[in-house]
Nanobody, 125 residues
Framework: QVQLVESGGGLVQAGGSLRLSCAASGRTFSTFRMGWFRQAPGKEREFVAAIRWSDGSTHYLDSVKGRFTISRDNAKNTVYLQMNSLQPEDTAVYYC??????????????????WGQGTQVTVSS
């Protein structure tokens, strides 16, 4: 049974940092792409960042480029999202996701088969 378990969310002041973790288990993810999405109240779930497990290639939402970094630790089967210079508009529930990694579906939540339960990130002004 595939499990994605997020941790690391919390409350932080604007300009602060958080690191989210996503521990993956239940299958081999070496051919998968791992993604982070977020959903603010009343809004659609949106793509934030993705990394291909095999070669570490990454993709980012334009508004987080230069502030967020996605990475993975193969030995721990864990994906991270380092978030710096956080702003109130980054407030959302952040979800970890895993999918087959088709290039045309990198930014689309339909390209991901497995999802974590989400972790709340709140940035105060």
């Amino acid at each position: 049974q595939v499990q994605l378990v997020e941790s690391g969310g919390g409350l932080v002041q604007a300009g602060g940092s958080l690191r989210l973790s996503c521990a993956a288990s239940g299958r081999t993810f070496s051919t998968f792409r791992m993604g982070w999405f977020r959903q603010a109240p009343g809004k659609e779930r949106e793509f934030v960042a993705a990394i291909r497990w095999s070669d570490g290639s990454t993709h980012y939402l334009d508004s987080v480029k230069g502030r967020f970094t996605i990475s993975r630790d193969n030995a721990k089967n864990t994906v991270y999202l380092q978030m710096n210079s956080l702003q109130p508009e980054d407030t959302a529930v952040y979800y970890c996701a895993a999918g087959p990694g088709f290039p045309l579906m990198i930014y689309d939540k339909r390209g991901y088969n497995y999802w974590g339960q989400g972790t709340q990130v709140t940035v105060s002004s």
